[in-house]
């Protein structure tokens, strides 16, 4: 069955939905700071990985896959450094919900960017945590990740995750058959968006890596100096104190 193009009133439709988007697209949802927040993401991922006991910041399923996979051996005082993290990343994102219906109506300071700088405080303080703390470290990790995931949800009108990559994978893989079918250039877009998120969020786990072989347990507070950069970049928006409806 031959592929048939967009009917031209959809197609009109979706271009008059893309550049609405455009015109109240806010900072913390542009492109420039999506790659930014997903470059710390795959930081922090590694650098709880490869500093902190091997244990996940941002992957909660695997987290949650080796706590049960301790139960099982009989290990349950083991499982507490995978289940903890999984809490506290629940309680950054209750953090985060909280700190929007507080402070979602300030003029002066957009919840976001208040949000942002708790995450580099929090990531700054486990710089100092020794190696005998590594669980409340990748706890601590792990809240700053449930923050972010949470408080930054979508870049220039699309739901993506920068914390995380399966459900941008799912949303890319998808977006790229919807082109095949209709040959929609604005699917082809949205899949190279999902894809170049991934891209930047394994590129964040490789500077993580390279930095924790460089600086240790210290390395943390490189991420903290690239969260700096959208923070300020938001600051600099005049419009971001404008709150979205979703």
């Known amino acids: 069955i031959p592929r048939q193009p967009l009917p031209r009133r959809l197609w009109l439709h979706r271009k008059a939905v893309i550049l609405m988007k455009k015109k109240n697209s806010q900072m913390s949802s542009s492109l420039a700071v999506g790659i930014l927040l997903a470059l710390a993401g795959g930081f922090m991922d590694a650098y709880s990985y490869m500093a902190r006991g091997h244990v ?15 139960i099982s051996e009989g290990r349950p005082a083991d499982s507490l450094r995978y289940l903890l993290p999984v ?77 995380m990559c399966i459900g941008n994978l799912r949303a890319g893989v998808q977006a790229l058959h919807e082109y095949h079918i209709a040959h929609d250039r604005e699917e082809l877009r949205r899949g190279a968006l999902y894809f170049g998120v991934i891209l ?5 786990a ?8 460089r600086w240790g347990l210290s390395a943390i507070r490189w991420d903290c100096l690239l969260l700096v950069l959208p923070l300020l970049m938001m600051l600099s928006k005049s419009d971001e104190s404008k709150e979205e409806t979703k």
Do not use: Y
């Not at 703390?133 to 220039?156: D, M, P, Y």
């Not at 930047?200 to 964040?204: H, I, N, P, R, Y």
């Not at 490789?206 to 072989?213: E, H, Q, R, T």
């Open 200 to 204: 930047f969020f394994a590129l964040g």
């Open 56 to 70: 996940f910041a941002n992957a909660q399923t695997g987290n949650i896959l080796l706590f049960a996979v301790a």
């Open 87 to 163: 809490v506290s990343f629940a309680l950054g994102i209750a953090l985060a919900a909280a700190m929007r219906t507080r402070f979602g109506h300030m003029s002066r300071l957009h919840w976001r960017q208040l949000t942002l700088l708790v995450e580099i405080l929090i990531l700054f303080g486990v710089s100092f945590f020794p190696a005998g703390q590594h669980l409340w470290a990748n706890s601590l990790t792990s809240l700053a990740c449930g923050i972010q995931v949470q408080a930054f949800r979508k870049i220039e009108g699309n739901g993506i995750a920068t914390t």
């Open 206 to 213: 490789v500077a993580g890596n390279l930095a924790v072989g």
